[in-house]
Each structure stands twice: as structure tokens, then as C-alpha cells.
């Protein structure tokens, strides 16, 4: 039950909301018969025609160019083993063409699990009556982020439910104590956010106070199964107006926004397309793009019975197509994968699916990093984590397997979002910065947080290998690279292209 304050807020916003709805400018630009359609139509594809498109998204990747449905719809009904090796082959190729061999890490932070809404799949729906609901305060706030800090992180997803104790208002005060939090050399440097469609005046507010990415998933694509999951009389029942969330950010100058889908509530394949329209959709109004895609697969969550009972639960081999396909239809964008995943998931998705952005030392109940022994805290979380493996042991492995950990967040300080990033990552050259920043940033958690295993195999292995690799690509960046190093050794920090 909501308590009077809550289900005030709740009845007028609704209000604003369908009043928003009335006068809504856009057109809807999800067609579910017309996306079926595609998909039937498609369906057998002939070997050349597999191949003819998986040369064409190669090309597409130096050219910024996304594919169409009718060949993303291709590459779904393609049934032969050995056409889905070349296609991993080529989401290795396109990730390593784009962004390099480097994985961008980063912590979810959970500052809220009040909501006001019912969906069927989360364990913060309010009718799960097991929660202990909480909207962090700042002395928590900061708690968690010196837990995090601590660890070495640099970068955060902050992310609310949707309730008058984590409004706009609350988003502010919680990521400015976010950024101004810090403990010797730790301190986030980007604060992405995750939290529900705002109205312009409350996603200028937002702006204001310095976000990374803005995002909203759309959950599912499918309008019906919208209307199923997310019940009449909550903020979430308007498809539209979540639709749209962010085409108002970026009206109103949000520029770096995130889609995604909850994969699991309906048929991958159609969510798929329907993905691909809404990344068009973008680019067709602002000329951008999203900036990143995530692909969260419905998991166990606490009394949230459709989580385990729902017909469209995705397999592990078509979940790793369902991430190589996001690969080859949208080049330029960032993938973004988390520790939902178990690590041996994790692990292949990177190679066969091209991921580009990963959680490490996840934790998702809130003031969770603060108890951080802790794997799970059901009565706290929204969801089960399964790759729950601490930050300093995902970075080994990744290090074992030739990646390099990055906790860059030079792009969006030196002013790459938008219109300014998307020509380095349509053109393929954002790489050269990079790897260059990636370097920098991963030796300052050599030096400041990594244990002993990691400290050895960065020294002796990573950032040789990297360093090798700006010699060869980018010379003329290579002298001040090393130079940086250096001075990062002299105990500067935050030094970055
Ligand atoms: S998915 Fe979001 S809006 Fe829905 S119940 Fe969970 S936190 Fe609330």
C-alpha cells in the first residue's frame, strides 16, 4: 500500500502524464503486424543473402551507417551454425574496430527501491509487500559511494524507483553528493542515470547538474504485452509517453541516452526490430543516436512471479545472438552487458557478442556496497545478481584473456556526447583515445586499489600490450601516453585525451 503522500503524487502525475498523451506530437513508430510481417517474410534465408548483409554491416562500421530491419530480420532467421560463427567473428570485429579490445567498467548504484508503479517482473513493485523500501539519504549516499570508490570506480549507473521520494529533486541532490564525494584519489567521475520519463523541465534540471547517459528500457516493444505487464493506474501504463522519455531528454539537450529491453517479457526477435526502430527513430528526429543499448534478461526476482513464469524466457545460445545481432545493427553503440549474467555468459558474450561496457563488484540491493559481504540482500533488491565475483577478480580475468579494463570517462568531460562523439564512433577512430585513456585509467587502479595478481599481470602484460598498440596505431599520441604513466607514477591523477 502507498502511504497518502505517495498516492497523491502518484494520481497527478498520472494526470499530466494522460494529459501529455493527449497532446503528443510524435507518432508511434512501433508497428507490431508490420515488424511480424518483416520477420515472417524473412524467414529461410539463403546462405548469400546471410553474408551479403554480414559484409554490409562490416561496411556500415566505418561509414555510421545502422542496418535495415529487413536485414536484421535476416540475420534473426538465420538458422545455419557456421553463418552464426561468422557472425560472432564479425561482433568481435566490429567492437575491436570501433572501441578496441578494451571493457569499460562500471557499478550500478541503486539510491531508491520506493516505487509507486506494479510491473510484474520487479521485485520493487509495490505490491511486493517483502521489500524494505528506502530512498538513501546523503550520509548513505556517501557510504556507498566511498564503499565504491574504495574499490577503485570511476564511474556509476545511479538508479531510482519511481516515487515523490526519488524524484527529479532527489536525483539532483543525490548526484551532485555523488560527485562530490571522495576519498583520496577515489572519486566518480561519471554518473550515468537509470530512472523513469521525466517532463522537459525536470530532465533540464537533470542536465544541469553534469549527468553521463540518461536511460530508459523500454521493457518490451510489444504494445500488448506493455499493456499485460505494466497495469492501468500506474505511471508506467502510458506506452508512449515511456517511448518518448527519451526524444524529451533530448529535446531538451540530454545528449548520450540509453535504450534498452527486458528480455524475457516477449519474443526476442521482435524486440530486436523493435530496438532497431527506436535507435532510428532517434537518429531520424536529433541526428544521434543512442549512445548505448542494454539487453537485461528477465532473472529471478522476489515476488515477482512472471520473472520465472513467463513463455519468452530467452535461452543462453539465443541470448548470445540477440547481443552479436545488437552488435552488427548498431555499430557505433556502446554495448552494454551486466552481472544479471552469469560469468560464463559474461565471458562469452564479450567474444562472440562484441560487448563494450560491463558491471564488476555488482551489488543491486540498496546500501548494498555498504554491506558488501553480503551477495544478496532479497529484501533490498530488485532482481538476483549472478555474476556477484568482486571488481579486482573480474579484472584478472579479463586481463587473462587480453582485454583491457578501462575506467575511462574522458568522453563526456572533454565534451565527446552527442553530435560531438558520434562521428569518431561512426568513423571508427574513437578507439585511438580509447585505448590511450583506458591505459591511464587502468594504471591508476594499479597503483591505488589492485591486489597483488593484478598489480603483476597489468605490469607485465596489459599495459605493455596496449602500449604496443598506440606505437603502432596512434604514434603521435604514444610519447604522451608514457609521459602520463610517468606522472601517474609521481602520484598525478586523472590525466586523459
Ligand atoms: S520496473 Fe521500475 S517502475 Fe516498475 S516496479 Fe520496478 S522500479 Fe518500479
Redo the contacts with the bound molecule.
Sequence with gaps: MLDAKADLWRDKRRNEIIEWDKNNKWQDFIDDGKIWSILRERKKPEASEVIEIIEKARSNTTQGTMLSPDEVAVLINTEDPELWDRIYETADWIKQTVYGNRIVLFAPLYLS?T?????A??????ANKELERKALNHNEVEAEVNALVNVGHKRLIAVY??HPDSDAEYICKTVKKIYTTRMGFGEIRRCNINA?PMFNEEYRNIKQIGIGTYQIFQ?TYHHDTYRQV?PAG???ESYLWRLFGLHRAMEVGIDDVGLGVLFGLYDWRFELIGLLQHAKALENEFGVGPHTISYPRLVYAENAPLATRSKYLVSDDDFIKIVAIIRLMCPYTGSILTAREAYPIRRRAIKQGGVSQMDAGTRVGVGGYAEMEKEHLPHKE?FYVKDSQSLDDFIYHLCEDGYLPSFCTAGYREGRTGENFMPLAKHATVKNLCIANGILTFKEYVLDYASDKVKKIGENKTIPLFLDWIQTHVPAIYPHVREYLKREENNTRDLHF
Design positions: 527501491n516505487c509507486v508503479n506494479n510491473c517482473y520487479c521485485g520493487f513493485r509495490q524507483g519511481e523513469a521493457e505494466h500506474t505511471l508506467k530488485q
